[in-house]
C-alpha cells in the first residue's frame, strides 16, 4: 500500500497494490500492520455502505465529543468527490479541507482521523460508498454542517442548490454557529468566533 499523507495531518489517501490478471484482481483494502506503521492505530468497530446516484450529495457529518470517530472511506462502485473537514479545535488547519476523488477504478481510499466532518458529492450514474468507523454511532452526539459554508470555502463539482439531499442536510447549520452554540473557540481561527 503507498500511504500519501496529504496538507491535513494525519489525513492520509491511500493506494492499494493490486494484483491482476486474467481473473479478475486482488488487492488489501486494509492491513492493520501496515496502517500502524503510518501511524493509524484505529480500531475498527463499524462498517457503513450507501447507494446513490448522479448529482447526490451526502454530509457535512462528524461524531463529536467522546463519540467521534476516525474513517476509511473507499468506493465499490463508481465515482465520488470525497471531502474531509479538520474541526479539531487545537488544529493549525481547524476549518480547512481535503478533497479528492475516490473511485472503483482508481481504488484509492481516504483516511481521516477523529475530528473532521466528512461529506461527497457522486460523479457517476450511481456509486457505493463503504467505509469503515472506529467508534459506534451515536444520535445524541451527531453533528451536520451545511454543505454551502462559505467559511469552509469548498469547491463543489456542481451546484449544491441543484443537488439532491436529505432534509437532514438541507438543514445543517454553519460552522461558526456550532463553536458559538458550544462556546468552542478554535486555536488557529478566531475569525470564526465572531
Same mark, same amino acid.
Given at each position: 500500500?503507498?500511504? %500519501?499523507?496529504?496538507?491535513?495531518?494525519?489525513?492520509?489517501?491511500? *493506494? @492499494?497494490?493490486?494484483? !491482476?490478471? *486474467?481473473?479478475?484482481?486482488?488487492? $488489501? =483494502?486494509?492491513? /492493520?500492520? +501496515?496502517?500502524?506503521?503510518?501511524? %493509524?492505530?484505529?480500531?475498527?468497530?463499524?462498517?457503513? $455502505? =450507501?447507494?446513490? =446516484?448522479?448529482?447526490?450529495?451526502?454530509?457535512? &457529518?462528524?461524531?463529536?465529543?467522546? #463519540?467521534?470517530?476516525? +474513517?476509511? %472511506?473507499?468506493?465499490?462502485?463508481? $465515482?465520488?468527490?470525497?471531502?474531509?473537514?479538520?474541526?479539531?479545535?487545537?488544529?493549525?488547519?481547524?476549518? /480547512? &479541507?481535503?478533497?479528492?476523488?475516490?473511485?472503483?477504478?482508481?481504488?484509492?481510499?481516504?483516511?481521516?482521523?477523529?475530528?473532521?466532518? #466528512?461529506?461527497?458529492?457522486?460523479?457517476? @450514474?450511481?456509486?457505493?460508498?463503504?467505509?469503515?468507523?472506529?467508534?459506534?454511532? #451515536?444520535?445524541?452526539? *451527531?453533528?451536520?454542517?451545511?454543505?454551502?459554508? @462559505?467559511?469552509?470555502?469548498?469547491?463543489?463539482?456542481?451546484?449544491?442548490? /441543484? !443537488?439532491?439531499?436529505?432534509?437532514?442536510? #438541507? &438543514?445543517?447549520?454553519?460552522?461558526?454557529?456550532?463553536?458559538?452554540? /458550544?462556546?468552542?473557540? @478554535?486555536?488557529?481561527?478566531?475569525?470564526? %468566533?465572531?
Amino acid at each position: 500500500m503507498n500511504f %500519501i499523507a496529504t496538507d491535513l495531518a494525519g489525513v492520509y489517501l491511500i *493506494e @492499494p497494490q493490486v494484483f !491482476a490478471d *486474467e481473473r479478475g484482481y486482488f488487492f $488489501e =483494502s486494509y492491513q /492493520q500492520q +501496515k496502517f500502524a506503521q503510518h501511524g %493509524i492505530n484505529a480500531t475498527f468497530v463499524q462498517d457503513n $455502505e =450507501s447507494r446513490s =446516484s448522479y448529482g447526490v450529495m451526502r454530509g457535512l &457529518h462528524a461524531q463529536t465529543g467522546a #463519540h467521534a470517530q476516525a +474513517k476509511l %472511506i473507499r468506493v465499490l462502485s463508481g $465515482e465520488i468527490l470525497d471531502i474531509g473537514v479538520d474541526v479539531r479545535l487545537d488544529s493549525p488547519t481547524f476549518g /480547512q &479541507h481535503v478533497a479528492t476523488k475516490l473511485s472503483s477504478d482508481n481504488r484509492r481510499m481516504l483516511y481521516l482521523p477523529r475530528g473532521f466532518l #466528512h461529506g461527497f458529492a457522486v460523479l457517476s @450514474p450511481e456509486a457505493v460508498v463503504s467505509y469503515k468507523c472506529d467508534q459506534f454511532w #451515536h444520535k445524541d452526539a *451527531e453533528l451536520t454542517i451545511a454543505l454551502t459554508d @462559505p467559511d469552509l470555502a469548498i469547491t463543489w463539482p456542481f451546484d449544491p442548490q /441543484q !443537488a439532491i439531499i436529505s432534509d437532514k442536510d #438541507h &438543514h445543517g447549520i454553519s460552522l461558526r454557529a456550532w463553536l458559538k452554540a /458550544q462556546h468552542l473557540s @478554535p486555536r488557529s481561527r478566531p475569525d470564526l %468566533i465572531s
